[in-house]
């Protein structure tokens, strides 16, 4: 039995626990390929033209992958704690998927809402692996490995230091140290950043992102704000951006937010009006699927250069 993982929204934040879970449930995993213009194509194609592009997006690896396996796994993530919950497009996507793709008949269906206990989410996996005429021990066995692989992942890898998804190759000691903070399916689906991360990277600059902070520091930046913002995304987000803003050990931040996101539109001012009482150098850069790539560059090229210009000031100040 094949099940399909769209490459897009949550996909980017849990899938070491989502493809370990279906692999060692038994199940083939197909996860659709990497983003390219035609992906984007299908989901402009299927969607209302004011959602925002990862859901867009989205729809397009639905549309890419439904063909080819038994189910697609269609998230309704709900909450994954306490504090918020998600945007109410992610609340909504297996509605909006069953309005625009006519055709999508084998939609796996789950509702995640785990905010009472931890507990839940093991329920939610039994239930998904009777759906899926999968036995209990079986389960609970894939249940706790891909517990293991999520926390192996968060812990050892992304706080040592490596951004996700393959992203390497960076060292500590380059001279221009910069946190760019996004939701994680702008941040790491290369096509639709334009690869800025990597690009970045290659102009000798060191990069940060929100998944490479620990939690516990996230909790304690979270106090900042009067009101915990409704959203998870969104609270990793400016955690993220104020961790950089009180410990300065970054040069500048970037923000990298999708054309027509509702939650961003207060994310992204909140954090814009904090760099300014931190000194913090901060840049915008809003994408959607008409972004161009020689814009990018200027704008990425101009902040890393005033980076640097600042950088030589404060050490000629200080020789
Ligand atoms: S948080 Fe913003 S970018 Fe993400 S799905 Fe919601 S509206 Fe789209």
Same mark, same amino acid.
């Given at each position: 039995m094949k099940i399909g993982i769209p490459r897009a929204l949550a996909y980017y934040a849990y899938y070491p626990f989502i493809n370990t879970f279906f692999e060692k449930l038994g199940l083939e995993v197909v996860v659709s390929d990497e983003t390219t213009k035609e992906t984007m194509d299908y989901g402009i194609d299927d969607t209302?033209?004011?959602?925002c592009v990862p859901i867009k997006l989205f729809h397009g690896h639905v549309r890419s992958i439904m063909d080819k396996v038994d189910y697609v796994l269609v998230p309704r993530l709900?909450?994954?704690?306490?504090?918020a919950t998600f945007c109410p497009k992610f609340l909504g996507l297996p509605d909006m998927l069953r309005c625009s793709i006519a055709?999508?008949?084998n939609e796996l269906e789950v509702r995640v809402?785990?905010?009472?206990?931890?507990?839940k989410l093991f329920l939610l996996c039994l239930k998904v692996a009777k759906q899926l005429k999968k036995g209990f021990f079986k389960a609970y066995s894939a249940y706790l490995q891909a517990l293991f692989s999520f926390r192996n992942y968060t812990h050892q890898f992304l706080q040592g230091g490596i951004p996700p998804l393959g992203i390497v190759g960076q060292? *500590?000691? #380059?001279s221009i140290r910069l946190g760019v903070v996004g939701y994680p399916y702008m941040l790491y689906d290369s096509y639709l950043s334009l690869d800025l991360i990597r690009k970045l990277i290659s102009m000798g600059v060191y990069v940060v992102t929100?998944?490479?902070?620990p939690d516990r520091e996230k909790k304690r930046q979270?106090? *900042?704000? #009067?009101k915990t913002l409704f959203w998870t995304f969104s609270n990793n987000v400016i955690r993220a951006a104020y961790h950089f803003f009180e410990r300065q050990d970054v040069d500048g931040v970037i923000h990298i937010t999708a054309f027509g996101c509702g939650p961003d539109f207060i994310v992204d001012k909140l954090m814009e009006i904090d760099a300014k009482n931190y000194k913090m150098p901060f840049l915008t850069i809003t994408l959607d699927e008409h972004t161009g790539q020689e814009g990018l560059n200027t704008r990425l090229e101009a902040f890393v250069d005033m980076l640097k210009i600042n950088r030589a000031k404060k050490e000629a100040l200080f020789a």
């Open positions: 209302i033209t004011d959602a709900v909450s994954v704690n306490r504090e055709d999508l008949k809402d785990i905010k009472q206990s931890k507990l060292h *500590k000691d #380059k929100p998944e490479m902070i979270g106090k *900042k704000l #009067k």
